[in-house]
């Protein structure tokens, strides 16, 4: 439905709770309710804060920095100012729910962003300030409700708080640095098998929330926020060996705490609310964000395009309802009546965001021309000379393309060529976090490995579908051997293959775009150039590309564009035997290799 999960997961716990009566989380865990969504919004932090690291960041710090910082204080202070004046309710609940509000999260953005698919610019701002702005908020809200509550046991002497935030801090701080130290030295020096590893990173991520918690309360959010940033930025620790399992693990503390959360609304206080809450929505939606990114972006390269979209884009997520139950909770104990207020005011403004942003965010980014193009890109699994070539031609015609390989020749090559590379094995766990597949749709797996070429196909086959997984065999098959089924479709039609099309490369052929026209059809075409071409690619007027497959019929008309491979004129193809021996040579070296 192209829909963040998280907007049905709340309509299931509304149906399961407050409507069908099926579900009662506080008769359901009773006193461990607390205790759950604690060490779970600690798990998800720790798992967001792991992904952060400070060189994927560069060029955009200072946009980033702004965001988190001076924005996230200009949002604080308009939506407390709203929230008071319209509810009426406290400054001090007021301010905590502000505080709450700054957040966006990666929870919500990530799913948002592949359903836009805006620019990478725009991309990479929204999920840093996501990550960042995560723990920043949780830690204002801690302190908001630290203050409140020094301020009612010590008659509101200011002193006194201050020494609680500074001990807060410190405390996160050092536990999460201290614990984040031991565990990133025991993965570093194999202090544990590998097995080990995550169920031992979990334990550390829990035994560093509880300790924290116990030397100072409710600093465990910051610690694990610490450690995992700590983690994320030292070098030597296999942050990819952990981070697949923290997020499955945070998927499933997601979805049951979306449910269990929005099972404990109460519907007539969220009723209650009335036109107050919409208000509240249309501040924080059209005023706060808008006044948000004028502040951040002032100065920057960004252009009014990019920065109309971020003005558009930031949906509250897990975190802004975890925290804000969290807190809500403690102070009704602690006599805030009115606390009961900010659950259902979180919702609203929850579903608010999420579904006004993932129905109207993606036509906003086409009007504004901040778009990607759409998935029909190219992700070339290989960057050797064929695959660069044909990524080259690709490129030149406004198709996106980005090479993958192991072997740091091809890589260097191909990106001094111009070309968009990922350095590494496409189906390694780092792949799955760091290769970037935004604006293509389709794999062209074309290595001098077979089994690479078949499970590559096999791993994108879910993601881009069955039709779109296209591999190049890689030698000839014998005569009246059957052919051996592939992953992905047959590229470039029967009986081509990688050895033979690169051995033609290599002696001179090259790839040439030809207009199809009503003077000069594809039919004409075959027949001029004969077995001396082989078409690649057909593009249409609209730009779509087509890829000449065993399995697929493709019949390039008048307006299209025919990509091929065609041999040098042999009037022109003189090679001198010796080097043509050392070209040979060099092709069975990189076979081999990879």
Known sequence: ????????????????????????????????????????????????????????????????????????????????????????????????????????????????????????????????????????????????????????????????????????????????????????????????????????????????????????????????????????????????????????????????????????????????????????????????????????????????????????????????AAVIALFSLQLEQKGYAEAVLLVPLTFVIIIGTVVLQSLTAGPLARLLNVAEPGSGGFLIVGANPLARAIAKALTQNDVSVRLTDMLWDNVSRARMAGLQTYYGNPLSEHAEVYLNTAGLGRVLAMTADEHLNELACTRFKGDFGPKRVFALRVGAREKGRKAVSLAGLDAFGEGNNFVELSRRLARGAEIRQTNISEAFSFEQFSNNYGERAVPLFAIDPKGRVEVFATEAEVQPKPGWMVLALVDADPDEYKRPAKAEKSDSKAEKTEAKTQ
């Open 1 to 320: 439905m192209r829909l963040p999960a998280i907007l049905f997961l709340l309509i299931a716990g509304i149906v399961a709770g407050p409507i069908g009566g099926w579900l009662d989380p506080d008769a359901l865990l009773g006193d461990l309710l607390f205790p759950f969504v604690s060490l779970a919004v600690s798990v998800i932090l720790f798992e967001g804060s792991l992904t952060l690291k400070f060189s994927e960041i560069r060029g955009i710090e200072k946009v980033v920095r702004r965001f988190v910082t001076t924005g996230a204080l200009v949002t604080w202070v308009i939506v407390t100012l709203a929230t008071q004046w319209i509810t009426g309710i406290s400054w001090g609940l007021a301010t905590l729910f502000g505080a709450v509000m700054v957040v966006t999260g990666p929870t919500v953005i990530v799913p948002m962003l592949r359903t836009v698919r805006p620019t990478m610019h725009i991309a990479n701002v929204l999920r840093w300030e996501g990550i960042v702005i995560d723990p920043i908020g949780a830690l204002l809200a801690v302190l908001v409700y630290e203050f409140l509550v020094s301020s009612g046991t010590a008659g509101g002497a200011v002193g006194a708080t201050l020494i609680v935030f500074l001990k807060l801090i410190s405390v996160g701080s050092l536990t999460g640095i201290g614990v984040g130290y031991l565990v990133g030295e025991a993965l570093r020096r194999d202090w544990l098998p590998h097995y080990m590893f995550n169920v031992a990173t979990l334990a550390a991520v829990m035994g560093a929330f509880a300790l924290s918690n116990a030397l100072s309360h409710e600093s465990g959010l910051l610690a694990v926020t610490v450690m995992g940033i700590y983690l994320a930025n030292r070098k030597g620790v296999p942050v990819e060996e952990i981070l697949s399992f923290k997020e499955s693990l945070s998927l499933l503390l997601i979805t049951a705490l979306f449910i269990l959360l929005a099972a404990r609304l109460d519907l007539s206080l969220l009723l209650g609310l009335g036109w107050g809450a919409v208000q509240i929505f249309l501040v924080v939606q059209f005023v706060a964000r808008p006044v948000n990114v004028l502040v951040s972006t002032r100065g920057s390269s960004l252009s009014w395009r990019e920065r109309g979209l971020l003005a558009w884009i930031a949906p509250r997520g897990i975190v802004a």
